[in-house]
């Protein structure tokens, strides 16, 4: 509380920045915690959330440009090489690239909606090389919902802004059981695969 107390808005971007790459403090924390501060007067409910969103979309450009960097062919080796384990093969890349092709727009905003994805999705639009414009257009879009959501249940909460987490932990830990249960199957099913 009191880095964003003493920085601000500017702390509040450098925070959702470093939650999109490497997440240590999750969004569910960090905006509530803003919108706590909306309702003591020390920062504005518009002013929080244009930083969040900033933040936000300044943090998934590094793992955009990770995607770029990597490409289809390069993704497609490496998951020849090593997709046993990490429940890929290079024909999944490629259907992968073929969905994203058809709702690539849709999956950045709405993925950024989702606890868990939220930032991985800039891997796969990089990838794909997704339209720059679009692709801070969507993500722009998606931090907005999500840090207005955040902020605003922070405001309405006040001191009690740390019960925005009661409420988004079950969500989280759902999706990322779906995904590594998802993750196991797959492993399996490749394994399978492998052998026959």
């Known amino acids: 509380m009191n880095l964003i107390g003493s920085t601000g808005y500017i702390g ?3 925070l959702m920045f470093v939650e999109n790459v ?3 403090i999750p969004s569910e924390y960090i905006m509530p915690l803003a919108g706590f501060l909306v309702a003591e007067g020390r920062l504005s409910l ?3 959330i244009l930083a969040g969103t900033l933040g936000s979309t300044l943090g998934a450009l590094p793992l955009y ?3 770029w960097k990597l490409g289809e062919e390069r993704l497609k080796r490496f998951a020849g090489r090593y997709g046993r384990w990490l429940a890929l093969s290079p024909e999944d890349v490629e259907r992968a690239n073929q969905w994203f092709d058809r709702h690539g727009a849709t999956a950045v905003f709405f993925c950024r909606l989702v606890p868990g994805v939220r930032s991985i999705i800039s891997i796969p639009a990089g990838v794909n090389r997704m339209n720059m414009p ?3 257009l969507f993500t722009t879009l998606g931090a907005a919902v999500w840090t207005s959501v955040l902020a605003y249940a922070g405001y ?4 009690n802004f740390h019960e925005v987490e009661k409420y988004f932990d079950p969500i989280t830990y759902i999706v990322l059981g779906t995904i590594i249960v998802l993750y196991l199957w797959r492993v399996a099913r490749q394994k399978r695969k492998t052998k026959s």
């Not at 309405?156 to 001191?159: D, I, Q, R, V």
């Open 22 to 24: 490497v997440p240590p």
């Open 156 to 159: 309405l909460l006040g001191s």
């Open 46 to 48: 518009v002013g929080i």
């Open 65 to 67: 440009y990770l995607g």
């Open 12 to 14: 509040i971007v450098a």
């Open 134 to 136: 679009s692709f801070l």
